[in-house]
């Protein structure tokens, strides 16, 4: 049951993920570009994927340079991210569950980061952000659950 509900959101993310950086690059080529999501000016996701915050979670450019190879879209990382929790948690290791707790708490730091950005700092509503970062937290707990079960010091391998 896991598995299965696993799969579904690690399809939904990579769904979500590469319809974001499709949004941003279709900005990038046309400026009057305005995607599905965007149901008014304040609820944008076009604008948001477009905004410096839509790359590097915002933190790259001021630090890095705009054209950082470090800098990349923000839909990118979780088309990695997605990916990674969809192949690791085929994986019944101590590795594996430890490996999918980190990457989760990761996402969740930068979901509330990102959400944070969205309503003090953009003052915009993104459907597309809004969702990852509930799936974000529904991998989370999938995984805090993992933990409990198979990060008792059993490192059996085994695949679903």
């Known amino acids: 049951m896991a598995a299965l509900l696993r799969l579904a959101l690690c399809a939904a993310g990579v769904a979500l993920s590469l319809y974001a950086l499709h949004v941003e690059h279709r900005a990038a080529e046309d400026p009057s570009y305005r995607a599905a999501c965007d149901l008014a000016p304040s609820v944008s996701c076009t604008r ?3 905004s410096r915050w839509g790359r590097g979670l915002g933190l790259v450019e001021p630090v890095l340079g705009k054209d950082s190879p470090v800098n990349v879209p923000n839909g990118a990382f979780g088309l990695v991210f997605y990916l990674l929790q969809g192949l690791l948690g085929r994986w019944h ?3 594996a569950s430890l490996a999918l707790l980190g990457t989760s708490v990761a996402s ?3 979901s509330l980061w ?3 950005v969205l309503l003090f700092g953009l003052r915009d509503l993104c459907l597309v952000c809004l969702s990852t970062y509930g799936l974000n937290l529904a991998l989370l707990t999938i995984n805090l ?3 409990r ?3 008792n010091g059993k490192n059996t391998p085994k695949m679903d």
């Open 149 to 151: 079960r198979h990060g």
């Open 108 to 110: 969740a730091l930068a």
């Open 114 to 116: 990102l959400g944070a």
């Open 48 to 50: 948001v994927f477009s």
């Open 145 to 147: 659950r993992r933990w």
């Open 93 to 95: 290791t101590r590795v």
